[in-house]
């Protein structure tokens, strides 16, 4: 039994007690301190207005019945989305003008997970001083100020999806003349989530021939919900087996994109945004950004293109509070995260797609060609169970002493990050599991498995 609180939201197992789970208890005390901070910032406006929506997963429709009984006593008027996605929510909350939004979901978390995503009015998660506000305010006693006559109104509204895809059409850089040419054929792994919704629709809209499996949102997950390799064989199995161009794989919430090469291969959730910034900065110079723990290959690529690449801690928050920063034309999260400001600030991976898509229809080549440009780095991602006696603070200091003699550049706001000549290793607690995640990336396999094993021994 598990809650975690932070910047991507409040995140636990089902099943326990209200300190130690996502207990009802929970979920309507941290709903009614989310609406307290609402009716701070907008203390004018006498219903401010919500939007809520959920993921496919079992859970979600009793979490909703729980928060949107929570907001409505409050004096909130809600839109329900119902089945949507994370970056859909994102960009309906802007075009609707709402106060907020909340996304029922857990992202990649296994089946017994759920979580409360909380969105400011600009469709953005809450800034971390936000975040330990809604924290505070749920420590506290939150009383309910109003009488019948001053309850919010529920409204029934569409998923918004179709409109998100609308979006991502008219972006100048999304061709889709040039992708409907091409003719392209696609497997998709919806996971049996709202990317069963989403992904048909943008594949009809874009001309593309697709395969789904897992093809239906009601939350039964086919696989564990993580898109990592050894949660996608079925789908790596039927690339090869239909002769597609290449395969999609989303998480639930639909926020993370990962790429299957036409043999069936990964490409790798890490060059995802690595080739969406090649292909967007191969026609308009700029920026970008990514977290501490994404490939050093997006860099590699920012600077062939002429452009500057910086980073920050992990977490969608801080990725796109420095791309405002330095003005970033694209960032993301090696997580197969991309994030394009020219539609919203948050990671979608339905924009993700059609920028890959747009770019393989232009160049006229295959995904593994392009894959074999990108620059290529080894890299490796361990997770060490955390319990709640481990002492992090003395576990890094301890890491980094051990490397002293060979660092050339270190980040201690998020965990540690050592950076050496020509590898790095970055180790944090996970802001979405009750672990500690190691990752190191290097030139060679063999390095980078010998840092890992190296912090592992330390451990």
């Known amino acids: ?10 995140r636990g197992t089902l099943g326990g007690s209200p300190e130690n789970s996502m207990h009802p208890e929970t979920i309507v005390r941290f709903t009614l301190a989310y609406a307290k901070f609402i009716r701070q910032q907008f203390p004018d406006i006498q219903h401010p207005h919500i939007l809520i929506g959920r993921d496919g997963r079992i859970s979600g ?9 929570a907001l409505l006593s409050y004096g909130m008027n809600i839109s329900e989305l119902d089945y949507t996605t994370t970056p859909t929510m994102e960009v309906a909350i802007a075009s609707y003008r709402a106060q907020g939004g909340i996304m029922i979901t857990a992202s990649h978390n296994p089946p017994n997970w759920n979580a409360l995503k909380f969105f400011n009015h600009l469709g953005e998660f809450l800034a971390p001083s936000d975040v330990k506000q809604i924290i505070f305010l749920s420590e506290s006693t939150t009383e309910i100020p109003f009488q019948e006559n001053q309850l919010g109104q529920l409204n029934t509204a569409s998923s918004f999806i179709p409109e998100h895809i609308n979006k991502i059409l008219s972006l100048p850089f999304v061709d889709v003349e040039a992708i409907r040419k091409r003719r392209f054929k696609v497997v998709a792994d919806a996971i049996n989530s709202t990317g069963a919704i989403a992904l048909p629709l943008l594949f009809d809209a874009l001309g593309v021939e697709a395969v789904i499996i897992n093809d239906q949102p009601l939350g039964a997950f086919a696989h564990e919900p993580e898109p990592i390799p050894e949660n996608l064989l079925s789908l790596s199995q039927h690339v090869r087996d239909k002769g597609a161009d290449m395969g999609v794989a989303v998480d639930p919430d639909v926020d993370r994109l990962v790429l299957i090469l036409p043999d069936g291969t990964p490409m790798g959730e890490e060059y995802t945004v690595v080739a969406a910034a090649d292909y967007v900065l191969s026609h308009k110079r700029g920026n970008t950004v990514s977290n501490y723990s994404t490939t050093k290959a997006l860099q590699d690529i920012t600077i062939k293109h002429g452009g500057k690449h910086f980073q920050s801690p992990v977490g969608e928050i801080h990725v796109v509070q420095k791309m405002k920063e330095v003005q970033a034309i694209i960032g993301g999260e090696g997580n197969g995260g991309v994030i394009f400001p020219e539609l919203h600030y948050g990671r979608d991976a339905l924009v993700g797609i059609a920028l890959i898509l747009s770019s393989l229809a232009q160049r006229k080549i295959s995904l593994l060609d392009w894959k074999n440009e990108l620059p290529y780095y080894y890299m490796q991602k361990v997770k060490i169970p955390l319990s709640k006696s481990t002492e992090i603070k003395n576990l890094l200091i301890q890491i980094e002493n ?7 550049e270190t980040f201690k706001d998020d965990g540690l990050k050592l950076v050496f000549k020509d590898s790095w290793i970055h180790v944090r607690s996970s802001n979405t599991e009750p672990i500690l995640r190691i990752i190191a990336e290097s030139p060679s396999d063999e390095k980078t498995h010998e840092l890992i094993e190296k912090v592992k021994r330390m451990l």
């Open 402 to 408: 051990n490397f002293s003699h060979e660092i050339f």
């Open 1 to 10: 039994m598990s809650l975690i609180k932070s910047i991507s939201g409040i």
């Open 61 to 69: 429709k009793f979490i909703q019945q729980l928060v949107e009984g």
